[in-house]
């Protein structure tokens, strides 16, 4: 039987000492800490000092420049890109250059919010380019649809409207209440 050598486990505590560098604001070393967010980095002598930053800076990829496009800013071309986010066009002299548009405009559905009766449901997309609809008075309203709406009262519950889902015998209308549930069948 072999031995181990412990002493390829010892690290040596000053090792990471200067790894990550020091607080611009307090010279403080900074270390990795976890957030609601995932890990970043901060300063060691938080609370007193707050400084932070991510652990790895904003990372995107330019996947295509779009021809005979300028950026309305700079004047430069645009390109799509891929952050973290998901797709969007952003100017090619980024960093000095700070201009971004979405690719996916919200679509309107000219269907009224029930939840909070004064926005109207928007078609979005998010970050895994999944489509979901949402009221446009977010933060303020949060209802959310996975599937499109419909102008159609549900006939058992009366809420103003009907989900329009794809199932293993066709098309149907489903109430959006979790109570409700109530489905319509296309060959009704």
Not at 9 to 16: G, I, P, Q, S, V
Not at 26 to 45: E, K, Y
Not at 65 to 82: F, H, M, N, T, W
Request: aromatic share 10%; glycine share 8%.
């Amino acid at each position: 039987m072999s031995k181990i050598d412990h002493s390829l486990f010892k690290a040596d505590e000053h090792a990471l000492e200067h790894a990550y560098g020091n607080c611009p604001k307090c010279d403080a070393r900074l270390q990795i800490r976890s957030g609601r967010s995932g890990p970043f980095l901060g300063c060691s002598g938080y609370p007193q000092c707050e400084f932070s930053k991510p652990l790895h800076e904003y990372q995107y990829h330019e996947l295509k420049v779009i021809e005979d496009s300028a950026c309305p800013q700079c004047g430069s071309s645009l390109a799509v890109k891929k952050g973290r986010y998901g797709l969007f066009i952003g100017c090619t002299h980024f960093p000095q250059c700070h201009h971004i548009e979405k690719i996916n405009q919200k679509a309107e559905t000219a269907i009224g919010c029930p939840s909070c009766n004064k926005g109207q449901l928007q078609e979005r997309t998010n970050r895994f380019g999944k489509r979901f609809f949402a009221c446009d008075r977010f933060p303020s309203c949060k209802y959310l649809l996975n599937d499109a709406p419909v102008l159609e009262a549900c006939p058992e519950c009366e809420w103003p409207l009907m989900l329009k889902k794809n199932g293993a015998h066709g098309e149907y209308l489903q109430c959006p209440q979790r109570r409700c549930q109530y489905k319509i069948l296309s060959s009704e």
